[in-house]
T-cell receptor, first 115, second 114 residues
Framework: EAGVTQFPSHSVIEKGQTVTLRCDPISGHDNLYWYRRVMGKEIKFLLH????????ESGMPNNRFLAERTGGTYSTLKVQPAELEDSGVYFCASSQRDRGYYGYTFGSGTRLTVV | AQSVTQLGSHVSVSEGALVLLRCNYS??????LFWYVQYPNQGLQLLLK??????LVKGINGFEAEFKKSETSFHLTKPSAHMSDAAEYFC????????????FGKGTMLLVSP
């Protein structure tokens, strides 16, 4: 089966611009997660979708971040306007139903650099 | 609340030597524990997991980890390092079924020299 696909793999934008990251989960996976790793820090949870609904968005840093999941398929994470501290690697992961304890399948990540 | 501490941001070993990557956790509920590996330019790959049952868990590529509740530890080991093991390793904890959010440690970069 195809894995979790993220694009772009890299993005360099200027402070104040808008960037949209996309994640295509494994087909049939209801759970979709976004995580982020800021340089030198640990990977942190951002939010969790179950199908098209946000199950938990407690990790979203502020209202400059907007996540959507159209029709329960792919998801986008928009940062608007981007700030320097948003630089990092954004990971997407998916899992089947409520089987998080089996471990997710992660994508390769999007490396975002804000200059 | 949960947290994970990985001792050592970098660990260096010689090829053929024992690999030991340390992970300690705190959790207010019985934890599910994971080790992930990230090779350069790749995503996070699950190495092994502990949910319930046997406390010694075997994973891919010859790695294993032992859950020690009394020590709140889940250290990762491999008897003999290979050059291809050079990567970054992450320990993570989850509160278990119904709570699927992972809390990660800061990661340990494993360097393997010939």
């Amino acid at each position: 089966e195809a894995g979790v696909t993220q694009f772009p793999s890299h993005s360099v934008i200027e402070k104040g611009q808008t960037v949209t990251l996309r994640c295509d989960p494994i087909s049939g996976h209801d759970n979709l997660y976004w995580y982020r790793r800021v340089m030198g820090k640990e990977i942190k949870f951002l939010l969790h979708f179950v199908k098209e609904s946000k199950q938990d968005e407690s990790g979203m840093p502020n209202n400059r971040f907007l996540a959507e999941r159209t029709g329960g398929t792919y998801s986008t994470l928009k940062v608007q306007p981007a700030e320097l501290e948003d630089s990092g690697v954004y990971f997407c992961a998916s899992s089947q139903r409520d089987r998080g304890y089996y471990g997710y399948t992660f994508g390769s990540g999007t490396r975002l650099t804000v200059v | 609340a949960q947290s994970v501490t990985q001792l050592g941001s970098h660990v260096s070993v010689s090829e053929g030597a024992l690999v030991l990557l340390r992970c300690n956790y705190s959790s207010s509920v019985p934890p599910y524990l994971f080790w992930y590996v990230q090779y350069p330019n790749q995503g996070l790959q699950l190495l092994l997991k502990y949910t319930t049952g046997a406390t010694l868990v075997k994973g891919i590529n010859g790695f294993e980890a032992e859950f020690k509740k009394s020590e709140t530890s889940f250290h990762l080991t491999k008897p003999s390092a290979h050059m291809s093991d050079a990567a970054e390793y992450f320990c993570a904890v989850s509160a278990g079924s119904g709570y699927s959010t992972l809390t990660f440690g800061k990661g340990t970069m494993l360097l393997v020299s010939p």
